[in-house]
T-cell receptor, first 115, second 115 residues
Framework: AQKVTQAQTEISVVEKEDVTLDCVYE???????LFWYKQPPSGELVFLIR??????QNEISGRYSWNFQKSTSSFNFTITASQVVDSAVYFC????????????FGQGTELSVKP | EAGVAQSPRYKIIEKRQSVAFWCNPI?????LYWYQQILGQGPKLLIQ????????DSQLPKDRFSAERLKGVDSTLKIQPAKLEDSAVYLC?????????????FGAGSRLTVL
C-alpha cells in the first residue's frame, strides 16, 4: 500500500528564518510522481512542484527548493528566508504511474511565519 | 482564466438530512475530481470523472454519497443521509485530459458541518 508521512504537524518560525518541511513516502512501485501543494487560509490547494521517480535532481524556484532522495524515500521542501505570506498548510502527495489524479496526501504541515 | 468554482462555501445540517455541492471546473478541463478533507488530514479522493464517465469511485461511500457530471462540465456531489463523520471540506478539482500524473487545479472547497 502507498503512504505519505509528514511527521511535522506544526512548525513556527520567525520571518527570514529558513525552514524545511519533511516528507517520507512508501510505495513498492518503481514509477511514481511526487507533489507539493500549499493550502493558504482561503482553502484552495495551490500546486508547487511535481517530480517523477527517475529525476532525483534537486530543484530551486526562487526561495523554494526541493530535495528528492530515493535512497531514503524522502522529498523534503525548504523555504529560504521565510515570509509571513508563506504561512499555510503544506501537503506532500504521491501518485502512482498512470493513476491520473489519484493523489495520496500526507497529513500536512502547518507553517506559521511570525513577523 | 477563471478558477474552479464551488458552492456553497459553507453548509450546516442535522444528521440524516441531505446536502448537495456544486462544482464548475476550469473551461476545457476534461477531468474532474471530488476530494474529501477531514479536519487535520490530507484530502482523500472520492470520485474521478473523465468527461461525464466515472474513472474511479473506489473510495466513494456509495450507500450515502452520489455524484454526477452531466454533459461533461458541471458536477454535483450529494450526501443522503448525512452522518456526523461526513463533516469535512469537499474539494473539487479539475485537470486537462487524463494523463500519467495530472496537475490538479483545486477550488476553495465547500465546508460541511453535520450536527
Amino acid at each position: 500500500a502507498q503512504k505519505v508521512t509528514q511527521a511535522q504537524t506544526e512548525i513556527s518560525v520567525v520571518e527570514k528564518e529558513d525552514v524545511t518541511l519533511d516528507c517520507v513516502y512508501e510505495t513498492r512501485d518503481t514509477t511514481y510522481y511526487l507533489f507539493w501543494y500549499k493550502q493558504p487560509p482561503s482553502g484552495e490547494l495551490v500546486f508547487l512542484i511535481r517530480r517523477n521517480s527517475f529525476d532525483e535532481q534537486n530543484e530551486i524556484s526562487g526561495r523554494y527548493s526541493w530535495n528528492f532522495q530515493k535512497s531514503t524515500s524522502s522529498f523534503n521542501f525548504t523555504i529560504t528566508a521565510s515570509q509571513v505570506v508563506d504561512s499555510a498548510v503544506y501537503f506532500c502527495a504521491l501518485i502512482l504511474y498512470n493513476q491520473g489524479g489519484k493523489l495520496i496526501f500526507g497529513q500536512g504541515t502547518e507553517l506559521s511565519v511570525k513577523p | 482564466e477563471a478558477g474552479v468554482a464551488q458552492s456553497p462555501r459553507y453548509k450546516i445540517i442535522e444528521k440524516r438530512q441531505s446536502v448537495a455541492f456544486w462544482c464548475n471546473p476550469i473551461s476545457g478541463h476534461a477531468t474532474l475530481y471530488w476530494y474529501q478533507q477531514i479536519l487535520g488530514q490530507g484530502p482523500k479522493l472520492l470520485i474521478q470523472f473523465q468527461n461525464n464517465g466515472v474513472v474511479d469511485d473506489s473510495q466513494l461511500p456509495k450507500d450515502r454519497f452520489s455524484a454526477e457530471r452531466l454533459k461533461g462540465v458541471d458536477s454535483t456531489l450529494k450526501i443522503q443521509p448525512a452522518k456526523l463523520e461526513d463533516s469535512a471540506v469537499y474539494l473539487c478539482a479539475s485537470s486537462p485530459l487524463q494523463g500519467v500524473a495530472n496537475v490538479l487545479t483545486f477550488g476553495a472547497g465547500s465546508r460541511l458541518t453535520v450536527l
